[in-house]
């Protein structure tokens, strides 16, 4: 057994599959992947990895497993499956995996082709556990899957309370023990047992406090786009595939994109901070409806339209269109008087949350300080914004964003 200390759950205490897994490849790889990608632009300590998550994930899982009285293969599989669980991610986690699966059709749970080679097959296998049933259960498949990919995870549990700490914000914090000691199998749903529709919608708000605040700060996202654009540019102009970028870590993808002359501007500008500024930060209600549909090709095209109107190169710009807001924890099921019931239809909460969700959501459009103004004022014409009919105010000429968005 292995013991190590952690800074969110203290002494975790590793054993079996999971030890014999921590110094594989994939696993290792993981300390080189930083948690939050870009959002180390904006909290400068939020510098924990996806290898000390995985951990915590791990933890978490057993500890579940200890609640619910489950033992022997059954348990070892969830013990491999929440510490591999991150093992597909990307470099910079989350902020790349949209260009991975365009080119490859993978996110990064499905790990199938990553457990069945190599070391991890090896321990696995020696262990007695089969390796397409582990990438299932990191898929959410299966009444344990939901154990490790679900609307309850532990998976959520974890990074929301490590995201809060690192990063010092205190939106995250939730009771994990409560949480996971809670936790019941009716009828192979995953439940909350009687009298925890606070305890599950603590879950829900603590995401929802932590989203505008740290997973969707305007500066992460245009650090997060400008990364992604230089990714793009990176495949297109070398032999290297998405299949490639996958393996990669953190640095691995800086160096690369340092050494590619079509690439290096964003490498350096990331590497300063030199980041582009919003020249649009416009509401949800101010978008038409054809934008919010608008696929990868679309926003390129719209992107050569701007440029256009503007006078100015396209690599100037970045259109950024946010996917709906969506919150996945509001299906979360909790006892109630003996029957389950989704937490949407229970709390009150749910409505509020959805509403506020909505409210928070922008449309960005970035550009470099020097062209932020015709820019802006292209933009606006091009994406047809209806900047007035929502609550607005003018910045500078041609500027324009919403009242509560400046600090």
Not at 33 to 59: C, D
Not at 217 to 226: D, F, G, L, P, T
Request: proline residues 3%; contains cysteine.
């Amino acid at each position: 057994m292995t013991t190590i200390k952690d800074s969110v759950h203290d002494h975790i205490a590793v054993e079996g599959v999971a030890e014999a897994l921590l110094e594989t490849p994939p696993v290792q790889r993981l300390r080189h992947v930083k948690q939050l990608g870009t959002v180390t632009m904006v909290y400068p300590s939020a510098n924990h990895t996806r290898f000390e998550h995985s951990l915590g994930v791990y933890h978490l899982a057993n500890r579940a497993l200890s609640h619910l009285g489950i033992e022997g293969q059954q348990a070892e599989r969830v013990r491999a499956a929440a510490l591999l669980h991150d093992v597909g991610h990307s470099p910079y986690s989350h902020n790349v995996e949209e260009v991975v699966y365009r080119e490859t059709g993978k996110y990064h749970d499905d790990v199938h082709e990553l457990l069945d080679t190599g070391e991890v097959a090896r321990v696995l296998t020696d262990h007695g556990l089969n390796t397409d049933r582990v990438a299932d259960m990191v898929a959410g498949d299966g009444e344990l899957g939901q154990l490790v990919s679900g609307e309850l995870d532990v998976d959520r549990m974890d990074y929301l309370v490590r995201d809060a700490h690192h990063t010092g914000v205190p939106y995250g914090t939730i009771d994990t023990e409560r949480l996971v000691r809670e936790l019941r199998f009716v009828d192979g749903e995953l439940v909350l047992d009687e009298g925890n529709v606070q305890t599950a919608e603590s879950l829900l708000l603590a995401r929802a406090l932590m989203n505008p605040t740290v997973y969707q700060h305007h500066v992460a996202r245009i650090a997060k786009s400008m990364l992604r654009r230089g990714t793009e540019r990176l495949l297109a102009a070398t032999n290297f595939t998405a299949s490639d970028l996958r393996r990669w870590d953190d640095s691995d993808l800086l160096v690369r994109l340092r050494q590619c002359d079509e690439t290096d501007q964003f490498a350096r500008r990331l590497t300063r901070r030199d980041l582009f500024k919003r020249a649009v930060w416009a509401e949800w209600t101010a978008v038409p409806d054809e934008l919010l549909e608008a696929d990868h090709r679309d926003v390129r095209a719209m992107e050569y339209s701007i440029a256009d109107a503007a006078g100015v190169d396209a690599d100037a710009i970045i259109l950024d269109i946010p996917s709906e807001p969506s919150m996945t924890e509001s299906s979360s099921r909790v006892l109630v008087n003996g029957e389950v019931r989704r937490l949407g239809e229970q709390s009150t909460l749910v409505n509020a949350i959805r509403a506020a969700q909505r409210d928070q959501w922008r449309l960005g459009v970035y550009a470099p300080e020097s062209k932020r103004e015709q820019v802006g004022d292209a933009a606006i014409r091009e994406l047809g914004l209806d900047l007035d009919g929502a609550r607005v105010r003018e910045v500078r000429p041609g500027v324009h964003a919403t009242l509560d968005e400046f600090n």
